[in-house]
């Protein structure tokens, strides 16, 4: 198989590919929606008409009285007036209708009850003439029998079921859901709920793609996974290339030992581009089999759905007879230098916030593999091909994967992390459906850092002084010198020592650190954690070269805590939950303040007041004890004011 | 059952009146969600989330190669550079890995397959050092298992299926869909596809009232008819309580001597309000029954739709909390004065046209009857309560019922209607999916004077000069002066006596009306037909006054010819398309041009172009030839141009 494996993958502009590729399939009639589906007219909400719709009948199908009241002759109304009353007998020329009755023959007005007064049971009298066809609809006033009330191509809203309807037509043509065929292959991939080893990955990414194809209108099909293994995925493809309009082949897209797509494609098809200068998503493949479309999208969850949307989306859509709704954008500020790859595409997920009048982009996690970076975007930020990235300041168009509105009500905190956070973020979307919170960890002096750019509205803070032994305060008067700043408290939390399940070396302690045989992990210079413990080993009067290990740095809390579940060390200083997480012990050693830092300007704002009003509420405070590891003893407490 | 009747209405601002309705359920616990329901992660896309989302185990599970190439311990490559290169033998140190694989035990960092180079089978060579961990994701990376991945009461979009089952949850509890009863009341109502008597009304709206619920995320279910009778309707609502969150009751919601829907909530709960200050929708009852949300929506289908979004929707979005996303607006100038009642907010539609920069709102037929009026809305103005309404030139806030996008790629077509644009427009959403043609009747003149006023790229005309026999052009030259303008013709159209079924009077021509027991039905001074009738009469030296009924005007074609559908008149002068639409007979009498009159500055725009590539069709062409009474001699040819 070795000699199937494409080394050099394209880089094409993928503008480029994409149209080189819908007009190879367009010639191929690959881009025709199907023969049309006759649906009734009530199923048919949301599919988009194959044919112009005409009208069968006219509504009203008669004159209609738009009023409850008198159908007259107009002519016997002629002049009254309030000088002179008129007075008119119920009979063929007068007589007594409700809206929607038809006028009866004879009479071509309604005077509206209201304007009528009764002299005797049978008799009335009324002080206007009655304009002819006054109240009433005439036949097709609203739809005339043979008038087209739709053309072909529009998708339907639930107005037009209603004007189809009113024309008397029962049925509609549509055009059938593009079908598409999702092949998820890879050795590696298990289904969800499987028990996972080491390299095991779980297969979502078709779940992933196919919810975006229903979205967009079609119906996928997913298939059971395929091994990379050529004559296997070589079946797959041809039995699925039978049964539907589009084949996505997930993934196997790339250049590796087994990657088999690119050369199985072109074995059965052909293949018109094979990597696009996009980052990430590069290694898509486009290509066509039998005249349907048929394209290998990458492995990694943020390339499989970037590259869904910039080259399946587009088929689907044309194969709808239809175009996609344009991406809602907004113009926003960099917060920080993005520097990007000259020469390459580069989609970048940000959060957003709206800071003052003015919204803000900080980009998330740029890896291919981080689907959570999608599930947090607000939106995404393109770094153009012959850019080399933008300056922080820099306005720039974001496309937006949540509305405006939302983003607006967002409280963005920057910071150091805490799942007391998380707790709050659920709280506040329970008690302001409107609202949301978004938190990003850059740690605590990264948080004091946001505040100063302006970049958020709260920054969640645990930053020691090791002179006075207090929190926070000492770095906020460093930071950011006299600007109005409230300091509220969040926790108390637990810092401890992550051990091995069931704590197989006793470890009870600091103390302990320096026993024969105790290999520890530290946290980086800098990090909130380290100052922590460099400042309680001065305290119990602990030699840091005496921990074996203490020279070994990790980033995290989890890379910290996977070090000890690997076995690779024995303790490592943490928060619970993130012992918790690897299913670690924990000996708790110290207890330290983590705290709100608020810039005066958002004190009074709601996204400050609407927090303030959730952290008071007992549903809140129960449910981050029962984590366990946290005082909440002045949670909402103002720790410190300045400048407010 | 007449003591029973509520004569007078409530005139409550509505706003007022949906804050008092919904404090009203609040209390009754009527707008909580129902208990959640548990689903498949893959199956929850468009849900709402009913709990936070907490990871079950992190992804990746285990530290996994991010690229393929050679998992190393590090410190094997420290001091490796282009002047020294370094030798690492393949062993436990240095093992070949792909992407996704885990990191081997006592490997830290992975090179890039591209940054080796093989010296033996077993053996490699490196020019520079591996950074610790570089290309590796740790454990956690994407999800940390115990995190929160999403928070409750949020919709479930295609990337958060991906978080989710990366973070290993395979089921979500998700809000039920509200269950919302529609009940269709109304002795004359009769289900779509039923042959149709005078008087009888095509019962769709539930079927439009329950694509909206749809819409929103809810779950509609449809009654059948229930007669305008007190006990039936009596049960009807208390069967359909038992089964539903929301009872929506349609219609006999105003004071008419059948609307019995606010008495009988009135009896078996509480109504809150009868009747607020908008139009259309005025008889809106906002009810309780047994704590659940009754609400009675008027009869007619603009009314229907605008009190269920005003009234409805908000309720189905809370009890899935959740919130309604924004109606997106655009401004737009406002084409002519537009009155409104004072004291009333207005709920208007508008036709939007993108002309030159600006988006230019007209008014749509303002008839709550007419449901067309909502097909065809680019959006609608609301005129606040205490205003009178707008001058022509105001700039007003439009909701958008179609995207900008949309409305900026839809020629407008203002002016005289004929069959000859529906074909037009639905040949060119074929050929261009992206664009639409929106036409406007508002007679010849008003084409030109639309013109005139900036507000079409387009208008349909057939004014014929009496003195020269020619069209339109004199007409141009009166109203728009040197103003650059191309007049295209479109069509040649007969317009013929519209007579009864099989011709019983056996009228061969204009001649012949003013035969004893002839009764003709003209069309108002001014109209274009009007003005033909009048020219051949002279050209044939028949004098009107001979004709019995010349004096009785109608206003439209469909009027003429809805009066010799009933019998009232025997003859009337119109198109053959109205003819049709009622089933009558067509003597041709006179041939008249039809022309597009087109402004010079979108002469070359697509707005034009995009309709004369269609128009040069032989579909379009065979399609209106097959309406029959049409002549395309000069299909798309140009019939006179000045200034361009």
Known sequence: MRNKRDVYLDNRPWEEALEGWLHHLQTKGALSPGPPEILATEQALGRVTAEPIFAVNSSPHYHASAMDGIAVDSSLTFGASDAMPKQIRLGEKAQVVDTGDPIPAGCDAVIMIEDVHFVEDEAFEITSAAAPWQHV????????????????????????????????????????????????TGTELVQPGSQLKPGDIVEYNTRVLGAMVQTWGGEPLRRSITMDQWDQLKATITSALEEVDVVVVNAG?????????????????????????IKPGKPVILGEIKGKPVIGIPGYPVSAALTMELFVKPVIYKKLGSVPPATPTADAIISRKMPSPMGVEEFIRVKLGQVGDKFVATPISRGAGIIMSMVRADGMLRVPRPSEGFRAGETVKIELMRSLEEVS???????????????????????????????????????????????????????????????????????????????????????????????????????????????????????????????????????????????????????????????????????????????????????????????????DTPYITRLLEVIDTPEFRQQVEKLGGYDLRDCGGVMYRQGI
């Open 137 to 184: 609809r005439a036949i097709g006033e609203d739809v005339v029998a043979t008038e087209m009330i739709l053309p072909a191509n529009h998708t339907l809203r639930p107005v037009d079921i209603g004007g189809i309807l009113a024309g008397g037509v029962g049925t509609v043509a549509v055009h059938p859901r593009p079908r598409v065929a999702l092949l998820p």
């Open 253 to 277: 897209s790339s250049a590796g030992r087994e990657d088999f797509t690119a050369a199985l494609i072109r074995e059965l098809g052909t293949v018109l581009t094979h990597g696009v200068a």
């Open 409 to 603: 009500q967002t409280t963005v905190v920057i910071g150091s992390h805490d799942m007391a956070l998380d707790i709050l973020a659920n709280h506040l979307r329970r008690s302001f459906p409107e609202a949301s919170l978004s938190s990003a960890n850059v740690g605590s002096l990264g948080g004091l850092n946001a505040i100063k750019r302006g970049e958020c509205h709260c920054a969640g803070t645990h930053l020691l002084d090791e002179e006075t032994g207090d929190y926070n305060i000492s770095y906020i008067q460093k930071l950011l010198g006299d600007r109005p700043v409230v300091l509220v408290n969040l926790v108390y939390r637990q810092q401890g020592l992550m051990v091995a399940k069931g704590n197989p070396l006793g470890i009870g302690g600091l103390e302990d650190l320096v026993r024969e045989g105790v290999r520890f992990i530290n946290r980086q210079r800098g990090a909130g954690t380290r100052i922590l413990l460099d400042f309680r080993l001065k305290q119990l009067g602990i030699n840091p070269d005496s921990i074996y290990g203490y020279n070994r740095e990790e980033y995290t809390h989890m890379a910290v805590a996977a070090a000890v579940a690997s076995g690779a060390a024995d303790a490592g200083l943490g928060i619970l939950a993130a012992a918790n997480a690897l299913e670690l012990d924990f000996v708790p050693v110290v207890e330290e303040r983590y705290d709100l830092c608020i810039p005066g300007e958002y004190w």
